[in-house]
Every structure is written in structure tokens, then in C-alpha cells.
């Protein structure tokens, strides 16, 4: 009797999550592999910024998303978009209330941590050809040695024009490589911790090895990588300078696991929630309040720069649509909620020490919510309210949303940010929530199905929301 009555007691007043699984309907769990395979094929798409807004592009276009222009007439389920200078772009879905009533946003990035190619990064050494690299975001340097790379990005030539370059992901195409010490000779390389053992300057692209044939010169390796560049893309060494070519990993996003639960991907971070962003803004019902759905750049990086976060793109946007509807932008922001959508730290047991477990993202429990990055006692930190917590949980629950509450790690163990501040620093009432992964910032990183599931119908209920 006393055991009853103590499991009535827990049930009414204890919190005690669940693993996914054990509510998942079937219905729901066919729906959430359908949304899967449609996001893997997203990433495969979008191995860059600039390809994730190309194929964005594509998808919205096909489902009546115009460009939007300044001084267009704007109805109620208008849909439009606003590409950021191919880097980064913002979608809006034109809700029934006006502008003043605030927008419902959702913010999540579409960079991530690479290797880009420094200005002047041909070069031959040793009768063979390297391009030099600059790692963009934060890396484990030791990673990309020794694993398949592809080349993306574009090159404005001498005369002006652009050329887009793509090498390695399709079938037949060569790719790239960077060499690593063999362990037979790499002793003292062994003897140093794991952020030095790999110097970032040697983080060199081998890409070639074959002289140009007929020539008594010398870099007559670098020559032949540069012919074989004039004769498909029409550019010269120079045109390099005016290029913006990024490296990352080669090959497709997989399921993992005997029971497929699992992708592994390149880009999850944080692909993963701009693409649960980009189906909830196409899949929600008749908003009340004008949807916006944001594909960031540069958040990796600080979010600088005019396709980050702190550049003015993301307010003249909304100052446009404000003005077509005779309303303040100061009173739609002040009006408005973000979801910063951004993925979470999953907790591995294989490194438990670093988490607080009590506190963690468990893979599963679909998505995580946090109040608060930041790192050293919240530095760099939105910190959401109390009321804005409790109404996204309310929301979450009432709508049948898998969540979970998440911190990055243990206080002490390092930190993190994400676009919540600069959304905040807008005067906007603004909440983390995201997908947990595993080895984030990995070249391959790896997420739950269920948790990317839960995510998009996050979205989706943020875009509906009164």
C-alpha cells in the first residue's frame, strides 16, 4: 500500500523524462523516417553556405516562395524570400495579424567549421602540388588528415565574371587529401597534446604530383594543376586571389546503427535545424503571425560579417515589410519570439566527465531547449526568462512535442554560443533549442532521427503559434 501510494506521489510530482521511443506512435515514426530521408538528401545538396541557399532556393521556389522585392504588395499567406548576397537568406510567410502583433522567428546557421583556401594557396614542394588551408570555425585539427575532401565554391576572374567551382562529389570526380605523419617516425609527434600534434599550417591539400608534360621550368607541378584549371574553369593563378574555395569532407550523409536510428553526416551543426526550420515554415498551417525562417552565415566565426547574424541584412528585411504594412520595426521586434535554432552537445558516455549528466541532452529525447550558453558563468549568453522558458514548454507539450532541458557541459569544461544574443540584443524574447549531436565539429557528426523529427515539429509549432 505504502509502494502505491509513494508511485502516486511520483507520478503527480516528479519529473522524469522518457526515451522517445516509448511514445512514439507507428504513424509518427513512419512520418519521422520519411522527414528524414528528405533531410539527408538536403545535406547532400548543401556541403556549403552557398549551396544550402542555392538548393533552399530551389525548394522554396516549388512551393510559390517569390524573391522578395522592396515596395511589393504583401498579402496574407504571401510567401517571399530575401537571399543575403548568396551566403545566407530569410523566408517569410505573411500572417493573417499585421506586423505590429511581432513575427514568429526562427534563426539557425548554415556554416560550418572547413578548411578554406588561403589567398595565395598554390604551391608545389617536393614534386608535388598543395594547396594551403585556413581553418574556418572550430576544429579538431587532427581530424582532417588522412580522410576523403571535396572542393566547393566559386572564383570571380580577371575580367570581372564568376565561375563556380565543384570537385569531388560526384561520381568519376578526383579528390583530395591531407597527408599525416606515419607512426613509424612519429614519436615526438605522439608526445604532444592533441591540438598541437597537427600545426594548422600543415594542413596542406595535396592535389597534384604529375609534371607539365614538355616544359623545362620549374614548378612545373604547380603548372600542370594550374593548366588543368585553365582548361575547365578558365581561370589563372591570380583569379585565386578573388575565390572563396572551401574544403570539407567527401561522401553522403548515412544511416548508423543495425536499426538505422542514427545519420551520420558533415554539417549537422547546424544544418540539422535550418532544414527542421525550412520544412516547419512549408508545412505550417494558415500562421497567425508572419513566419520568418533565417539560414545565417558566419556563426561560426563570431557571426560577423554582412551574412552573420550582427549584419543589418536580417533588420532591413524586416524594416521592409514593416513599412509595406505601415508598422515601426522597433514594435515588431519588441513584439516578436525567436527559436534559435542550434543544435545541443548529445551526452556520450564514452566522455561523461565532461557532462552534467542531470543537465544533459540525451539522444532520443527529442529536442533540447536551453536557456543559456555562454561559457565561464554565462559570458556571451542570452539567458531566457523564466516566462519565456515556460511558454515554449507549455507550447511543446500541448502540441505533443518530444523536449528535453540541455546545458552544452560541466560549467568548468568550456562553452559555447549561438545567434540567441544578437536576437536578443534586437529586443526580441529569444530561446535556444536544437538537435543533440555527437562529435560535433567533427568531419562526420552523428543525430538521433527521432531528435531531428522533433525539432521540425518545434518549428513547425513556433510558425503557428498565435
Excluded at 597534446?193 to 600545426?199: F, H, S
Excluded at 532544414?275 to 560577423?304: N, W
Excluded at 564514452?350 to 543537465?359: G, T
Excluded at 554560443?417 to 536578443?424: C, D, E, I, L
Aim: hydrophobic residues 40%; aromatic residues 8%.
Amino acid at each position: 500500500m505504502a509502494e502505491k501510494k509513494k508511485n502516486e506521489w511520483a507520478e503527480k510530482l516528479a519529473y522524469a523524462p522518457k526515451n522517445g521511443y516509448e511514445r512514439l506512435s507507428a504513424e509518427e515514426e513512419r512520418a519521422m523516417h520519411a522527414y528524414c530521408e528528405d533531410y539527408k538528401d538536403f545535406l547532400d545538396h548543401g556541403k556549403t553556405e552557398r549551396l544550402c541557399v542555392e538548393h533552399c532556393i530551389e525548394l522554396a521556389s516549388a512551393r510559390g516562395f517569390v524573391p522578395y522585392e522592396k515596395g511589393m504588395a504583401l498579402r496574407t499567406g504571401d510567401k517571399v524570400y530575401y537571399n543575403n548576397r548568396g551566403k545566407a537568406i530569410m523566408l517569410a510567410v505573411i500572417g493573417e495579424q499585421d506586423l505590429s502583433h511581432g513575427a514568429n522567428i526562427g534563426a539557425a546557421h548554415t556554416d560550418a567549421p572547413r578548411l578554406d583556401l588561403k589567398p595565395r594557396p598554390l604551391y608545389e614542394e617536393a614534386e608535388m602540388a598543395y594547396l594551403k588551408t585556413h581553418h574556418y570555425g572550430g576544429i579538431r585539427k587532427y581530424h582532417w588528415v588522412t580522410i576523403p575532401l571535396e572542393l566547393h565554391g566559386v572564383v570571380v576572374r580577371g575580367d570581372g565574371s564568376t565561375v563556380a567551382v565543384h570537385i569531388g562529389a560526384d561520381e568519376g570526380d578526383p579528390q583530395f587529401i591531407i597527408n599525416d605523419l606515419l607512426p613509424h617516425l612519429g614519436r615526438e609527434q605522439g608526445k604532444k597534446p592533441l591540438n598541437e600534434a597537427i600545426p594548422s599550417e600543415s594542413l596542406n591539400l595535396l592535389v597534384g604530383g604529375r609534371p607539365l608534360a614538355g616544359e623545362d621550368c620549374s614548378d612545373r607541378f604547380k603548372l600542370n594543376v594550374l593548366k588543368l584549371l585553365n582548361e575547365k574553369y578558365g581561370i589563372v593563378e591570380e583569379d585565386l586571389i578573388s575565390a572563396e574555395l572551401e574544403v570539407v569532407p567527401a561522401g553522403k550523409a548515412r544511416d548508423i546503427g543495425f536499426d538505422r536510428s542514427f545519420i551520420a553526416s558533415y554539417g549537422h551543426d547546424d544544418r540539422v535545424c535550418a532544414y527542421a526550420e525550412l520544412a516547419g515554415i512549408f508545412d505550417a498551417k494558415s500562421p497567425k503571425r508572419t513566419a520568418v525562417c533565417i539560414f545565417a552565415d558566419k556563426e561560426e566565426i563570431g557571426s560577423e560579417g554582412v551574412s552573420g547574424m550582427l549584419s543589418q541584412a536580417f533588420d532591413k528585411f524586416m524594416a521592409d515589410l514593416c513599412e509595406a504594412q505601415g508598422v515601426a520595426l522597433r514594435d515588431c521586434l519588441a513584439n516578436s519570439f525567436c527559436l534559435s535554432a542550434d543544435v545541443t552537445a548529445a551526452y556520450d558516455p564514452n566522455f561523461a566527465d565532461v557532462y552534467d549528466k542531470r543537465n544533459a541532452a540525451f539522444v532520443n529525447y527529442g529536442v533540447g531547449l536551453c536557456k543559456y550558453t555562454g561559457a565561464g558563468g554565462k559570458s556571451g549568453a542570452s539567458d531566457a526568462s523564466a516566462e519565456v522558458v515556460g511558454r515554449v514548454r507549455k507550447l511543446l507539450n500541448d502540441n505533443g512535442v518530444f523536449w528535453q532541458m540541455a546545458e552544452l557541459g560541466k560549467t568548468d569544461a568550456g562553452g559555447g554560443g549561438t545567434v540567441a544574443k544578437f536576437m536578443a540584443q534586437r529586443n526580441i524574447d529569444t530561446l535556444d533549442a536544437g538537435v543533440p549531436v555527437l562529435s560535433m565539429h567533427a568531419p562526420y557528426e552523428t543525430v538521433a532521427k527521432l531528435d531531428c523529427y522533433m525539432t521540425y515539429k518545434t518549428m513547425r509549432v513556433i510558425f503557428e503559434q498565435n
